[in-house]
């Protein structure tokens, strides 16, 4: 088996690093309002409901934009719609830092702030189009792993804005993505399947059963990390009691620990298959739920469970996206942004059932028997489609087809593909 280096070396690794840059400072941009919330509701008194719009608006639209991007990257090429969508968030930052005084003005910002949630599937086929299908589980775990930036905002913004004023931080972040722009317009470049003026061909993907089959997988490896990720300072704060300074050091733990590992299963997945790695995914992150449900009244014993959760979905979102370049090797972007919008919303579902079950019952045993019943589902549709899967456009257990370089088809139809081998 290659090593990650010499797998690293079989494509162009600067346009991975743009790939990987541009998508780490994206998500940061989706989670900022959410990060500086704290501030700005304290300086202007703000209420839930006007705290709730600032932080959704960005995710909403992120998730809204991501298809749209993806189909414009089809057509006109995942760099130029990088570059475009790059440049476009500076000049949004630039704004408010100079002009969104008020909590109005910053409401306008965050449609645009959406666009780096949004740029994950364009990110992602940018990245794992200029690598060749065996390599191309690593090369997804490791743009994947650019949610990174969504876990340094948190951590960073706040001291940033106590110190220079909460308008400063956007000031600051529009210096911060120049570095994206310089490396997508100088390093990078389109990949082999980069472009097709025929975006109405690529269109068939989003009516294919694979897509959802992937998309609820989705909703599980990034939804369920996404909203364990919000859930989780509220959850170790009421639970356990736990100061809130002490429940967002668990939390950061937590999500880092998931960040990591996708890139590591991004590369377990090109050696032993993605279908074979999510399905442990699936089967450690169901049983993980139901133990942290039980045990909900024990710190240690839930916090062991919760970080061996995360390390699964952050292996999983590595494998799942492993599948995707293999499966629409000339439409990934579309593809993939489609993924990531149905994973996106699905990331809303967790906390408002977790916060219905401690409404209605005084516990959260029931969202965490509910996420694990869908972890469940979602292995059983798995393992049924697994079953075409290779026998069209993958090897057994999800693993890319030989020869490295030679992509299947988006048909079904394999027998283009089986005439090679």
Do not use: K
């Amino acid at each position: 088996m290659p090593s990650a280096l010499s797998q690293l070396r079989q494509g162009h690794w600067p346009t991975l690093l743009a790939a990987f840059v541009f998508f780490d400072c994206g998500s940061a941009l989706w989670v900022l309002n959410g990060a500086l919330m704290p501030v700005i509701a304290d300086r202007y008194a703000l209420g839930p409901a006007d705290t709730g719009l600032l932080i959704s608006l960005p995710l909403l639209s992120g998730a809204l934009l991501s298809l749209p991007l993806g189909l414009l990257a089809q057509r006109i090429g995942r760099r130029r719609v990088a570059l475009a969508s790059t440049a476009l968030l500076i000049l949004a930052l630039l704004w408010a830092w100079a002009w969104a005084d008020s909590p109005a003005r910053l409401l306008a910002l965050g449609p645009l702030l959406g666009l780096g949630g949004a740029g994950f599937g364009v990110a992602l086929s940018l990245g794992a189009g200029s690598y060749p299908p065996r390599a191309q589980g690593l090369a997804t775990g490791i743009v994947g792993s650019g949610c990174l930036g969504a876990v340094l905002v948190v951590l960073l913004a706040p001291p940033l804005a106590e110190r220079a004023g909460w308008q400063a931080v956007y000031g600051v972040a529009a210096l911060l993505l120049l570095l994206p722009l310089g490396l997508l317009a100088l390093a990078a470049r389109e990949s082999r399947s980069g472009r097709s003026p025929h975006t109405a061909a690529h269109l068939h993907c989003l009516l294919e059963r694979d897509a959802w089959a992937l998309s609820l997988i989705h909703v599980v490896t990034f939804g369920g990390f996404v909203g364990l990720s919000v859930l989780l300072p509220s959850y170790y704060h009421q639970q356990f009691g736990l100061p809130p300074v002490q429940a967002g050091q668990l939390t950061l733990l937590a999500t880092l620990l998931g960040v990591a590992l996708r890139a590591v299963g991004g590369a377990l997945a090109d050696r032993i298959g993605g279908v074979r790695l999510l399905t442990g995914v699936l089967s450690v992150v169901a049983a993980t739920l139901v133990g942290c449900g039980m045990a909900e009244h024990a710190l240690v014993p839930s916090t062991l469970l919760m970080l061996l959760c995360f390390a699964a979905l952050g292996l999983g979102h590595g494998a799942l996206f492993q599948l995707v370049p293999l499966r629409w090797p000339q439409s990934t972007a579309i593809a993939a942004s489609l993924i990531a919008a149905v994973g996106a919303l699905g990331g809303g579902l967790l906390p408002n059932v977790m916060a219905l079950s401690l409404q209605r019952t005084g516990s959260h045993l029931g969202g965490f028997l509910a996420f694990a019943a869908l972890s469940i589902l979602t292995l059983g549709v798995l393992r049924i489609a697994q079953m075409r899967w290779t026998r069209t456009w993958a090897e057994r257990g999800g693993r890319a087809r030989a020869p490295a370089w030679q992509m299947p088809s988006d048909e079904d139809d394999p027998v283009s593909v089986v005439s090679l081998r």
